[in-house]
């Protein structure tokens, strides 16, 4: 049977997978010292994590930006069109 199918299994998969992926609001309460959505929000930014605000105004966090990236890519440089000419790319 498809997942597609059973409408509550799909919806425990989505809730699943949004768990590994964001920190959940206790683990935010225990990165920021806060309970209080505002506060969190400062915090957050004051540590320099990369987070969102949902629709409620909770701040919600990816684990990457916590953990790091498994990939170990390097971010990519900008570089001026006239020093890529420059350099013969």
Known sequence: ?????????????????AAAMFLNPDEVALLTGFHRKGRQVEQL???GIAFYVNGCGRPVVARA???????GT????????????ARGA
């Open 1 to 17: 049977m498809l997942v597609e199918d059973k409408p509550g299994e799909q919806r425990s998969i989505l809730a699943i997978g």
């Open 45 to 47: 930014r004051r540590m």
């Open 65 to 71: 930006a916590i953990e790091g990236s498994a990939t």
């Open 74 to 85: 390097s971010p990519r440089t900008w570089a001026p069109s006239v020093v890529k000419l």
